[in-house]
């Protein structure tokens, strides 16, 4: 099966967050059981900037053929590219389906445009743009691109990809035409043989070995709520513990507000910069919780990168496998009170012994659901259904 993935940026420009991870791992676990990949993508590297990689070639990574174009509007959100809409007119006929993640760039215009002149099948992944969040986003500007451009590449596409049940639920409350086209459910994917590396976390930070280690890693954007973790650990008096935030500035005024309420816990929070993809494994095995009260959260990739390294999670139900973390018992779900969020954080505390289950509990859960190997063979399923018209039940069509 020859396989086209058409994505407005992929490896290394790890700045467009856990889509690019998501989509990285599953093209080179394809590749891995046979599948022929080639991935269609622009060299923007998320920051404003470009990747420094060989443009309109193949590249072989991972045993994926990736192409790279140049993006030639609006690099930072990797919205148009000039060769990649000649270079997908001129060779989609070579390929058995299309994958497109790509909802509010003109890329998946183009992916529509050339799939429909062959009537080639392609699947759009939503990657959580229906949520209700993203949604109202520069809400004005979309109404009318979606009107226009976007409903159309979503009406002529064979399926939508969802990677939970709570996305897909929250995505069709919030468009109804959703519920008329078909859908599936399948997780994004994590290698669950991370294995700790030589870095001593703790010892780099001179964090004292028996604090209580929360961990945040991510975009610092209000969408994470990481002001109510901040607010709550104001309630956790005379405890041993410290908050890593780690990621990048990406809203300066709001990590301006976040180190203004730090003020009379300072000395118990570290605002850590961006850290490279490979060392990540290390921060989760270092500490105690991961924590993501997030105000809309599609998937949550570090929840599961940090599961599948058995550090247990306090997320809020805005995080989208909540409901799955709830079942498997790997962490805490939260409502968004700062309250609610210090009486966990003090039950962590005070209670090792729980902690070590859910600890056990989250590993378990990811070899579970998320590993790469098992939703590569799922993807495998959804392009054979779509091309056959079997309809897996695993897949939960709708």
Not at 281 to 304: K, W
Request: with cysteine; proline share 5%; charged share 30%.
């Amino acid at each position: 099966m020859k396989v086209l993935h058409v994505i407005p940026s992929y490896e290394p420009a790890w700045a467009f967050g856990g889509t690019v991870t998501a989509t990285s791992n599953l093209c080179r676990a394809l590749a891995k059981k046979g599948i022929d990949v080639t991935v269609y993508t622009t060299d923007a590297d998320g920051k404003g900037g470009y990747l420094d990689v060989p443009l309109n070639e193949p590249l072989d990574l991972g045993g994926v053929k990736v192409w790279y174009f140049h993006c030639d509007l609006l690099p930072k959100d990797a919205f148009y590219s000039r060769g990649l809409a000649k270079k997908l007119k001129e060779t989609v006929k070579d390929f058995d389906i299309v994958h497109v993640s790509a909802i509010w760039q003109w890329i998946q215009v183009n992916v529509y445009k050339a799939c429909k002149n062959l009537n080639k099948p392609y699947i759009v992944t939503a990657h959580g743009s229906f949520n209700p969040w993203p949604w109202k986003q520069k809400i004005f500007k979309k109404r009318i691109y979606w009107h226009l451009f976007g409903k159309r590449t979503i009406e002529s596409s064979n399926a939508i990809h969802f990677t939970s049940d709570e996305e897909r639920l929250k995505s069709f409350d919030n468009i109804k035409l959703l519920k008329r086209k078909e859908s599936f459910v399948i997780p994004n994917g994590v290698d669950i043989t991370i294995k700790r590396k030589n870095t001593d976390i703790r010892g780099d930070l001179k964090i004292d070995k028996k604090a209580f280690l929360l961990l945040f890693i991510g975009r610092i954007n209000k969408i994470k709520g990481i002001e109510l973790v901040i607010q709550a650990l104001k309630l956790v008096k005379d405890k041993n513990f410290i908050f890593l935030i780690v990621g990048p500035k990406e809203d300066k005024k709001y990590y301006d507000f976040l180190v203004s309420i730090s003020t009379p816990i300072k000395d118990r929070i570290i605002f850590h910069p961006e850290i490279p993809k490979d060392k990540t494994s290390d921060f989760y095995l270092s500490s105690d919780l991961l924590i993501l009260p997030s105000y809309d959260e599609n998937f949550g990739y570090t929840v599961v990168e940090a599961m599948a390294c058995g550090t247990p999670v306090l997320i809020s139900r805005n995080v989208c496998i909540w409901r799955e973390v709830e079942e498997d018992r790997a962490g805490f779900i939260v409502n968004q009170n700062p309250v609610e969020i210090a009486k966990i954080i003090k039950k962590c505390i005070e209670n090792p012994k729980l902690l070590k289950e859910l600890s056990i509990n989250a590993r378990k859960s990811a070899e579970k659901r998320y590993d790469i190997n098992k939703v590569a063979d799922l993807m495998i399923k959804a392009y054979e259904d779509v091309l056959t018209g079997r309809r897996s039940p695993e897949l939960k069509w709708k």
